[in-house]
């Protein structure tokens, strides 16, 4: 059974800071990661894509990928209370279409 | 230029009876998703289809639920005789391509409650 881990949180980041999210992920030959955002009560959207090891950059938002460690995080720079939300890592891959999702991250920008 | 819409957003029913959620997926997209949410939880994948054909249903409880993509017309979810653990919010999702490549766009979700 492919797994997907996030700590559930609440993550709470003073407004400014860094914030940083993690997950992990069972199956060793995935090879697409997502993060989406949902905010209560309505629908998730993706934010990054990343499919190679290293950092990819867009804005604010940085996704890291480690394939050895099997390990994804994203990082939010300079965090606004508008980044306040649950932060969903999905991963898929290995000839299997299929999306797994984790339970996700609960985020509290502080103002 | 329409996204995901799903219908009805919210659903009740009563324990036994027959919940069917529809999704039209954004147009041009021919591949499908469904997944379950229960509160403070995350997405469950249940379904994946393109046209008129089921890709993998894994993550579907082997009674009750089906799922349909026909060649016209949206998408349906089928749950007979709903239980009260069947009560979540079901998002669909669709994407242009082959999902663990492309983004998945998603609906508002159909909240279903069973009484």
């Known amino acids: 059974q492919k797994e997907v881990e996030q700590n559930s949180g609440p993550l709470s980041v003073p407004e400014g800071a860094i914030a940083s999210l993690n997950c992990t992920y069972s199956d060793r030959v995935s090879q697409s990661f997502f993060w989406y955002r949902q905010y209560s009560g309505k629908s998730p959207e993706l934010i990054m894509s990343?499919?190679?090891?290293g950092d990819k950059e867009d804005g604010r938002f940085t996704a890291q990928l480690n394939k050895a460690s099997q390990y994804v995080s994203l990082l939010i720079r300079d965090s606004q209370p508008s980044d306040s939300a649950t932060y969903l890592c999905?991963?898929?891959?290995?000839?299997?279409?299929?999306?797994?999702f984790g339970k996700g991250t609960r985020l509290h920008i502080l103002p | 230029n329409a996204g995901v819409m799903q219908n009805p957003r919210h659903l009740v029913r009563r324990r036994g009876q027959e919940a069917r959620l529809r999704c039209s997926p954004v147009k041009g997209h021919s591949h499908v998703y469904w997944y379950r949410q229960l509160p403070e939880e995350g997405l469950k994948f249940m379904v994946y289809?393109?046209?008129?054909?089921?890709?993998?249903e894994s993550g579907m409880p082997k009674e009750r639920f089906s799922a349909e993509f026909p060649k016209e017309g949206p998408s349906i979810l089928r749950i007979q005789q709903v239980v009260r653990g069947d009560s979540a919010a079901y998002f669909c999702?669709?994407?242009?391509?082959?999902?663990?490549?492309?983004?998945?766009?998603f609906g508002e979700g159909s909240r279903l409650t069973v009484l």
């Open positions: 990343i499919y190679s090891n």
């Open positions: 289809l393109q046209k008129e054909n089921i890709i993998d």
């Open positions: 999905a991963v898929s891959g290995s000839g299997d279409d299929k999306i797994i």
């Open positions: 999702a669709s994407s242009p391509i082959q999902g663990n490549t492309g983004e998945l766009f």
